[in-house]
């Protein structure tokens, strides 16, 4: 989590990121000090789904573009860049288009069949949940945001469709 909100912060110092919310669905006091120390907004949801907590966290947002990175993920360095450009680009557009950002495995993950499986159904399916996502607040709540459900990210990757979702060149790394 902190390698993920460490990634930001060049984001945010160049505007594209005004608001942080920490999403926590533990109850740990360790991530309301680290979303203390990193100036984040923090909101405990122990006890609610993944999915409501997601939403929880949305509602809370106040900014017209969502972006949604689950604990442990990071951008690549060039993030900050195309996410700036991908957001005009939709705006001026007027389409209703989502970022999915490119998977990359990470560095520190050993090669086993079980990657090798990941990698494979990402190819077929489409890009899963983790690989983060970048979405108009107006677009996120015309599909109807995060239901209270079982593989709501999922779920919401499948309402935005294909047609609907652009792959951004920057990378994500997702831990294993």
């Known amino acids: 989590m902190v390698a993920t909100l460490a990634a930001l912060v060049p984001g945010a110092a ?3 990121i005004r608001e942080v919310t920490l999403v926590d669905r533990t109850s740990d006091d360790a991530i309301a000090r680290v979303a203390d120390v990193a100036g ?6 122990g006890g609610l789904s993944r999915a409501a907590a ?6 809370q947002a106040r900014s017209a573009w969502l972006m949604f990175l689950h604990p442990g993920a990071v951008l690549d360095s060039g993030w900050i860049d195309e ?23 990470s560095p520190y ?12 159904s990402r190819i077929i399916g489409g890009p899963s949940a983790d690989q983060g996502l970048l979405i108009a607040r ?18 919401l990757l499948s309402k935005i469709g294909r047609s609907g979702r652009a ?3 920057t990378r994500i790394f997702v831990p294993a």
Request: with cysteine; net charge positive; glycine share 12%.
């Open 54 to 59: 997601l939403a929880a966290g949305a509602r």
């Open 109 to 120: 993950t050993g090669s086993e069949w079980g990657e090798g499986f990941r990698r494979l």
């Open 167 to 169: 792959m951004l060149r």
């Open 138 to 155: 107006a677009h996120y709540d015309s599909l109807g945001g995060y239901a209270d459900a079982r593989s709501a990210e999922t779920r």
């Open 14 to 16: 160049a505007g594209v």
């Open 40 to 45: 984040c907004h923090f909101l405990a949801c």
């Open 83 to 105: 996410t700036a450009q991908f957001i005009q680009s939709v705006s001026l557009s007027g389409h209703q288009l989502a970022g999915v950002f490119r998977y990359a495995r």
